[in-house]
């Protein structure tokens, strides 16, 4: 760089001789070279401003775009995640006790259209209907010719009927991916499984909610991704309860019965292996329920666990069993039951007015006496009497594990005096479901211990608390054996299995209160099997039954409900794994030979 | 002297940028291989969901019973009854087989020349 000469020498040289300061020169050029330095310095900043103004325009430029972008675009997943066991994000299966699948679900497709996009929106509504005859063709054609931007045309579509719409070939027709609930087995433990439908519903994906049964009681664990897919294992067996119902469907239909439910635990886990109801539904196409009517008459009706009903004569059992607790009596105490008994004013007579005279307490059970049972409920008392049933749980709604089981709550006598003891001692005045029924029974068959039914799979027995002494459940045991084997429940009896049961028959009161009918009555049987190592408790309970063959129809369980609940013995039991207890032929005549 | 480290550092440089690029394109094959994997993971798992409705279908209760009944005549399939347990000293021993497989083109064997173990 050539800096100018503060002090050149021939300006100086020239100035000296004209005499003028030679110093204004030095001062002259130093400000010009510092006015020089200023504006050097000044544009440098300048342009470094400027460089930095580029540099911060740039960057915020490329934020708000990647924002924009972020805000605009879809979200995708992040790719380079480690991610070991992935998340399922679709509801889980249930299965039963051996795995087989209960509800699965199944990847489908939803059917929406964008009206705007349609090229020939008449058209297009008449090949939906072709498809779908249960669209009305006068709708869809005002919606798609109207203002709407977007419609739902249908939420689920077989792979058949998504390519008969692709086919259409209508650009405003678009397919949503779906998860679909599926129930393979059909009507199978419908009751239990109860049904599901879409919740909160977007294009790309919907919401699967339960809206019954053990789906809607489990619905927040069912839907939980961290159970990475796990199944919810049920106590039930499938083919035990295909058996079950088909038996009870059978016998339904043969006593021309309105209705009929069946209950099958295990005694020493609470599991329920079976539980059925009928008539039945339809899980996949669950239908809706009455508006008017009685509920009870609806398919969706749970009578196992919500259908609480007087049921009868086999609630003598536990007026024996508490009477033989107390140490009131033995088995072979003899108790005279004829009449006339009155109580508070009421005659309690026997069933045809049949007299029995003395019988001993096992003898009572056997013959199902009413003014035999109503005596060791007077001698046992109300309160004793209440607080057995309420230990027994027949005060509570029974926790299984479905919505339907809080309708489930047992009918009791506002007060309990002793009338209601004595009726309460063969089953009138308390009305309680099957279900509890079976938790009462299984007691006598473990061995006194109290039991809670669950539809959940469990690892071994769950027994509670004690509720009678193993010497008094035994003997109870022995009276409901007696019972099947000389008493009213002789068609109980089962080749190579010993059961053990009581009948009970309860005429149906009428609705609006105003006594009972004549001809209707609910029959049920509750057995034990094989009572020589007891293992399950059966209840079966027929609604209005009723058996023609003889010359007049006849209304008692021993008729009804013991036959069936004998059948379904036999058909159960070996695929149970029990082996029946038959005497095998012996091969006398033959003789091992050779030749 | 410091040319020379002027010329050894933009090599460095060049040499440091071409590693990253290559690094990048890898880590970007490796990103896409995994995300075909896992979609193949997801496309599996559907179709296994798919296989098992179809399974758990197919053998439904109701349908097996009618198949059942249909083929009587095949099969003679009976629903399981009490009386079908046996014991096992009732179970026959198996017949022995009558004669065994001829033998068409015997082949001589033998061990002579061959060599102790």
């Known amino acids: ?104 679900n199944m990847e489908t ?83 239990v499984l109860g049904g599901a439908s879409f919740g909160r519903e977007g294009v790309h994906s919907a919401e699967v909610i339960g809206t019954a049964g053990i789906e809607k009681f489990f619905d927040a664990e069912l839907r939980d991704p961290a159970r990475e897919g796990a199944p919810l294992e049920l106590s039930l067996d499938l083919t035990v309860q295909a058996v079950a119902e088909r038996v009870l469907l059978g016998g339904m239909k043969l006593l021309n019965a309105k209705g009929a439910s069946s209950v099958l635990m295990d005694v020493q886990t609470g599991e329920v292996i079976s539980i059925a ?71 309690i007579g026997e069933f ?31 309160e004793r009497q209440q607080e057995f049933l309420k230990r ?14 809080g309708g489930g709550k047992p009918l009791l006598p506002k007060k309990w005096t002793e009338l209601s003891s004595v009726t309460i001692s063969y089953g009138h005045g308390l009305s309680s479901s099957p279900l509890h029924l079976a938790a009462g029974y299984a007691a006598f068959a473990n061995g006194g211990h109290k039991v809670v039914p669950t539809l959940l799979k469990q690892s071994g027995p769950q027994l509670g608390p004690r509720l009678m002494s193993e010497q008094t459940a035994t003997q109870s045991l022995d009276m409901l054996r007696k019972v099947v084997t000389e008493g009213t429940a002789s068609f109980g009896e089962v080749a190579g299995y010993s059961v053990g049961g009581k009948t009970g028959t309860a005429d149906k009161p009428k609705p609006r209160g105003g006594g009972y009918y004549d001809d209707k009555v609910i029959n049920t049987f509750a057995s034990v099997f094989p009572t020589n190592d007891p293992k399950y408790v059966l209840i079966v309970t027929l609604d209005e039954p009723v058996e023609t063959s003889g010359s007049e129809p006849r209304r008692t369980a021993g008729w009804t409900a013991v036959p069936v609940a004998a059948e379904m013995i036999r058909r159960i039991a070996p695929l149970l794994g029990l082996r029946p207890e038959v005497e095998t032929r012996h091969l006398d005549g033959m003789i091992n030979t050779s030749n | 002297m410091r040319s020379l480290l002027y010329v050894l550092t933009f090599m460095a440089v060049i040499a440091a940028a071409f590693w990253a690029y290559h690094e990048n394109y890898k880590t970007q094959a490796a990103l896409a291989k995994a995300q075909s994997v896992r979609s193949d993971i997801s496309d599996a798992r559907a179709r296994l969901a798919v296989l098992k409705a179809e399974w758990a279908y197919l053998n439904r209760p109701d349908r097996l019973r009618d198949l059942v009944e249909v083929n009587y005549e095949r099969l003679g399939l009976l629903p399981f009854e009490p009386d079908q347990f046996g014991r096992v000293d009732q179970i026959a021993y198996p017949e022995e087989p009558e004669d065994d497989l001829p033998i068409t083109y015997p082949v001589e064997i033998s061990s002579a020349g061959a060599q102790e173990p």
Not at chain 1, 118 to 147: C, H, N, W, Y
Request: proline share 7%; aromatic share 6%.
């Open chain 1, 277 to 347: 109801s009928l008539p039945d539904f339809d899980p996949n196409d669950r239908p809706r329920p009455l508006t008017q009517g009685e509920a009870a008459d609806s398919p969706l009706f749970n009578r196992a666990v919500q259908g609480v009903y007087e049921l009868g004569s086999t609630f003598k059992v536990f007026a024996a069993a508490q009477a033989l607790e107390l140490g009131l009596v033995s088995p072979e105490t003899v108790i005279d039951t004829s009449g006339p008994m009155r109580v508070a004013g009421f005659n």
């Open chain 1, 1 to 104: 760089m050539i800096r100018t000469p503060l002090r050149p020498l021939a300006r100086i040289l020239d100035a000296r001789r004209k005499g003028e300061n030679p110093d204004a020169i030095e001062r002259e050029n130093l400000r010009i070279r510092q006015e020089q330095m200023r504006d050097t310095a000044r544009s440098r900043a300048e342009g470094r401003l400027l460089v930095m103004a580029i540099m911060f325009f740039c960057a915020f430029t490329v934020v708000g775009l990647r924002m924009g972008s972020l805000a605009a675009s879809e979200p995708a997943e992040p790719r380079a995640q480690v991610s070991g066991a992935s998340i399922i994000a679709s509801r889980a299966d249930i299965v039963d006790r051996k795995g087989r699948i209960l509800a699965t």
């Open chain 1, 109 to 191: 497709f939803s059917l929406y259209a964008h009206p705007q996009q349609m090229v020939d929106p008449q058209r297009s509504a008449t090949e939906l209907v072709k498809i779908f005859p249960e669209l009305d063709e006068d709708r869809l054609r005002k919606d798609f010719t109207g203002k709407r931007k977007f419609l739902w045309v249908r939420k689920k579509l077989s792979p058949e009927q998504k390519q008969l719409v692709h086919d259409i070939g209508e650009p405003g027709l678009l397919f949503g991916p779906r998860e679909m609930r599926l129930y393979p087995n059909g009507a199978l433990a419908s009751h």
């Open chain 1, 392 to 405: 027994l749980g027949f005060f509570e709604t029974i926790p299984l594990e479905i919505v339907e089981a």
């Open chain 1, 352 to 382: 045809n007015n049949k007299n029995y005279g003395p019988l001993s307490v096992s003898d009572i059970i056997v013959k199902s006496s009413n003014r035999g049972t109503g005596r060791l409920a007077l001698s046992i008392g109300p």
